[in-house]
Antibody, heavy 118, light 111 residues
Framework: QVQLQESGPGLVKPSETLSLTCAVS?????????WGWIRQPPGKGLEWIAS???????YYNPSLKSRVTISVDTSKNQFSLRLSSVTAADTAVYYC???????????WGQGTLVTVSS | QSALTQPASVSGSPGQSITISCTGT?????????VSWYQQHPDKAPKLMIF???KRPSGVSNRFSGSKSGNTASLTISGLQAEDEADYYC???????????FGIGTKVTVL
């Protein structure tokens, strides 16, 4: 059974960088699929952030691209997200997920709430 | 990257059928048979209910069905049950630059 688990600070100060890691179990990241981040502001809908393939292919949400870094660590079977210069608008539940090459997500992490506040 | 259009809310009585629409463009919904639907209960991660327009993953009730015509996809829930009350999001592949796009979400209420 594939499982994804997000980890990282639940509180980030404005203008700082949000950093999250997703640990994957039950499947090797190197075996295929994309690995992505999706967020959901409180009471709002889902928004793609970025997705990465172990080969290096990356998709970004154009509206976030300038602030996003996504990376994969195959040795630890995990992938990470960094979002710089955060504001209150970046407050959201952040999900890691496993999309295929056609953006179909079959596995999601449980989500982690990140609040941007001083 | 504009979100796909969905009605904000749809409601129905137990046993009835409801349909949720999802409208995009020829660059996403209309361009590919790669529409999926997700169910999200409060404080839970989304769950895949339909993929490739009309296919159901193993374990998903056959009360859930999907279709597409042009730039609009639809999710139908038949024999509505209390447990179906949730938010539903459509999603579509949107090409090799944008990758994926979600709908704005529809809240389903069982009366």
């Amino acid at each position: 059974q594939v499982q994804l688990q997000e980890s990282g600070p639940g509180l980030v100060k404005p203008s700082e960088t949000l950093s999250l890691t997703c640990a994957v179990s039950g499947y090797s990241i190197s075996s295929g699929y994309y690995w992505g981040w999706i967020r959901q502001p409180p009471g709002k809908g889902l928004e793609w952030i970025a997705s990465i393939h172990h080969s290096g292919s990356i998709y970004y949400n154009p509206s976030l691209k300038s602030r996003v870094t996504i990376s994969v660590d195959t040795s630890k079977n995990q992938f990470s997200l960094r979002l710089s210069s955060v504001t209150a608008a970046d407050t959201a539940v952040y999900y890691c997920a496993r999309p295929d090459a056609w953006a179909l997500i079959d596995y999601w992490g449980q989500g982690t709430l990140v609040t941007v506040s001083s | 990257q504009s979100a796909l259009t969905q009605p904000a809310s749809v409601s129905g009585s137990p046993g009835q059928s409801i349909t949720i629409s999802c409208t995009g463009t020829s660059s996403d919904v209309g361009g590919y048979n790669l529409v999926s639907w997700y169910q999200q209960h409060p404080d839970k991660a989304p769950k895949l209910m339909i993929f490739e327009v009309s296919k159901r993953p193993s374990g998903v009730s056959n009360r859930f069905s999907g279709s597409k015509s042009g730039n609009t996809a639809s999710l139908t829930i038949s024999g509505l049950q209390a447990e179906d009350e949730a938010d539903y999001y459509c999603s579509s592949y949107a090409g090799s630059v944008t990758f994926g796009v979600f709908g704005i979400g529809t809240k389903v209420t069982v009366l």
